[in-house]
């Protein structure tokens, strides 16, 4: 039976979100519905709310989420009702080229559940934000979309591994490929750049220097295991970058702020033959001008990371097995926790840069 919950929608561009009733029908084939445990606040919510994304509105907001299986459709076997998982926007088909050929994280048809929500109100269809809509007490998904991981892990914690904070350690640890022994740059130091910190730091980084242009940042930064901090609204970062490596640069600079002249400073900042990685996503606006000469000339990669370039199945259990070992402090990214009628104020204070991430939690 279609079920009645509580679920956070943005109702049309620029408006106010509000709680509205939401009806959540029984999973069909190859489809689960979850019981939302908890749902991080991200930039991307804020996007849709502002119609940046695609005018589909009413949009169910939410998408960075742990929860309980309720129940699964027909031909699911990977997750079962009780099953404790956290919820990803990219479930893998296994038949795309990128799959066929061993590279699923980046598969090219990734799915989501086929039923739609709706509101109880008027039946109009919802657009639940990345294929999730968490904000709610209880959502339908892909089941792929379910990554099944050790229920230990507190529920706030493990459902920002579902965006963000993958995005950030994947930037580090999947396409910068940083090793042990490497010097990291990070240039933006929110939620996800902070999470390049930790990914770089668990993947044995030596030297790893947080660049933002906010003081507040680096100091969070600096918690969470950066060795050096630059404030580049005062420094040149690209100077205080090689100064800090011998002359030479980084060998993984990693732009987490999306903009043309952080990317510039990432290009100029990194050792000859070095790795840059784009995580920070661009507005459609923007454009990068650099010479030719010096992509050729200073060698190396200049990569973008989509979803840390991740592979749910492979990373997510492993994450929370390394934090519940002690050994990747997630708990550094939860600045607070807040109920579902919070959203709208946590909007604000996401605006204000006052948090790494609010977590409602249900
Ligand atoms: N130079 C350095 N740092 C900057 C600059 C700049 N010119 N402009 C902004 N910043 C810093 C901000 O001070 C902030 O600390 O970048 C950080 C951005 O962090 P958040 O706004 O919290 O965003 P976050 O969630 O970390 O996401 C960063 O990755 O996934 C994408 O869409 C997301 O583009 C966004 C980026
Ligand atoms: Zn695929
Ligand atoms: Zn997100």
């Known amino acids: 039976m279609a079920q009645e919950v509580r679920g956070v929608i943005a109702p049309g561009k620029n408006e106010p979100v509000r709680i509205e009733t939401i009806v959540v029908p029984d999973p069909g084939p190859g489809e689960a519905v979850v019981k939302v445990q ?3 606040v991200c930039h991307t919510d804020l996007h849709y709310k502002q119609g940046g994304i695609n005018d589909d509105f009413p949009f169910l907001l939410g998408h960075e989420a742990s929860g309980v299986v309720e129940s699964v459709g027909e031909g699911v076997t990977d997750v079962a009702p009780g099953d404790f998982v956290i919820l990803n926007w990219r479930a893998v088909c296994g038949n795309c080229r990128a ?50 991981v050790d229920p ?41 750049g902070d999470a390049a910190i930790a990914g770089s730091l668990l993947a044995g980084a030596e030297k790893i220097i947080a660049v933002d242009i906010d003081d507040r940042k ?13 404030n580049s609204r005062e420094t040149d970062p690209v100077e205080a ?21 952080t990317y510039q400073q990432a290009f100029y900042a990194r050792d000859l033959a070095g790795t840059v990685v784009l995580v920070g996503v661009p507005t459609p606006d923007m454009k990068l001008e650099l010479p030719l000469l010096d992509v050729f000339g200073r060698g190396g990669s200049l990569k973008s990371s989509w979803y840390g370039d991740c592979l749910p199945s492979r990373d997510f259990p492993m994450l929370i097995n390394l934090y519940l070992q002690g050994r990747l402090d997630l708990e550094a990214f939860v600045t607070e926790t807040i109920a579902l009628d919070d959203v709208e104020k946590a909007f604000e204070r996401m605006h204000a840069g006052d948090v790494l991430r609010s977590v409602v939690t249900l």
């Open 38 to 40: 908890a749902c991080g």
């Open 99 to 148: 799959c066929r050929r061993g590279r699923p994280w980046y598969c090219f048809a990734t799915h989501n559940a086929e039923q739609k929500m709706t509101l109880a109100s008027t039946g109009q269809e919802l657009s639940p934000a990345l294929g999730i809509g968490a904000f709610a007490e209880k959502t339908l998904v892909a089941a792929g979309q379910c990554t099944k």
């Open 152 to 192: 230990a892990a507190s529920p706030a914690v493990a459902g920002l591994l579902g965006c963000g904070v993958m995005a950030g350690i994947g930037a580090a640890i999947n396409t910068g490929n940083v090793g042990r022994g490497d010097s990291v740059a990070v240039i933006g130091c929110g939620g996800v």
């Open 218 to 230: 680096l100091t969070t930064a600096k918690k969470i295991g950066a060795t050096h901090t630059v």
């Open 241 to 261: 970058i090689r100064e800090l490596t011998g002359g030479f640069g980084a060998d993984v600079v990693i732009e987490a702020v999306g903009r043309p002249e």
